[in-house]
């Protein structure tokens, strides 16, 4: 089959969207990449020499009627377009959008040929993009169940979140602490904000920092380009040893030498953290659409070793408390971990493509 997956906009739907599109390759098939035209989708498939990369013009729908509206509408016209033009040449048998704005215009260009189109939702609530996406879509595949009740009239499945083949590769302890300049023998800590880091995150762990001044804890810090530099500054004159980088593509390592994240809540983020099964405090961006992040942690942290903590009652005392109970009780903060079969990283590529390849029969 020939398969075009848009997957742009965010590392929430980037990186699922390669895991779907590694799986169809290893199956023999053909694969088209549509992604936006942000850096960080080119810097995250700069080297995918193994996939045809299409950029496609897109931008969020504003919440009001204004000037913003009218380059939303100039732009999914461009990428409609673009998209209608790509797929007489590419000729794909199918269609999936890994959700947001990216995924409308290729999946109603789908609908116009003729095309089956399916969406993946990896949050608990949807947004207002796979609201659209989903009624021109054969069928919904969701990360977690409890989403489903938000499309009552569609054919849903639940497949979980997949992700990458990077992720499972083994990881050598000591050549990744060397890779990151880290020390062994301390406890590790990953500080992660989502594809494009979080200030707010950054901001607040530059206070707790004098807690681990003298402390056999030292840390890995994704901090998004505008606070690297600040970040690196801080943690010298701390004089605690980190890795402070605005992106790292190699995660794999992060996530073995950690032994605890804080993170935000994204879909993507914590089937990640599910799969290296690392203890968690999550910090939900409180101004993410329908407020999701928040009901991902939720569901996240009843079923593993994890704490919401919420933005506004993040402070020095509260995150700093946080961690040093988490490095100090591990995995028994709250138990052995149950993982739902919804999370299910290491199936779900391989269940999408399933029922990607069933629409041509």
Known sequence: MKVAIACGGTGGH???GLAVAEVLRDRGHEILLLISEKQIDAIAVGNRKEFRIQKI???GLTRIVSIQSLAFAVKFMDGLIACLRTYRSFKPDAILGMGGFTSTGPILAGCMTGLPTFIHESNAIPGKANRLNALLSRKVLLGFAECGPYFPKKAVEVTGTPIRDSLRSPVDRSRALKNMRLKSGLRTVLVMG?????HAINEALITVLPRFVGKQVQFIHLSGKDDENHLNECYGKAGIPAFVSAFYDRMEEAYTVADLAVAR???ASLTELSFFDLPTILIPYPFAAENHQFFN???????RTAEVLEESRVNEDTLGSLIERFLKNGAMVHGPA??????GPDTAANRIVDIIEKSRK
Do not use: D, N
């Not at 989502?194 to 979080?198: E, V």
């Not at 942690?297 to 079923?303: G, S």
């Not at 149950?338 to 999370?343: G, K, T």
């Open 57 to 59: 013009p897109a931008v």
């Open 265 to 267: 809540a994204g879909a």
């Open 338 to 343: 149950v993982q739902p079969p919804a999370f």
């Open 297 to 303: 942690a939720e569901i996240f942290a009843r079923h």
């Open 14 to 16: 980037l990186f699922p």
């Open 194 to 198: 989502g594809s494009q880091g979080a």
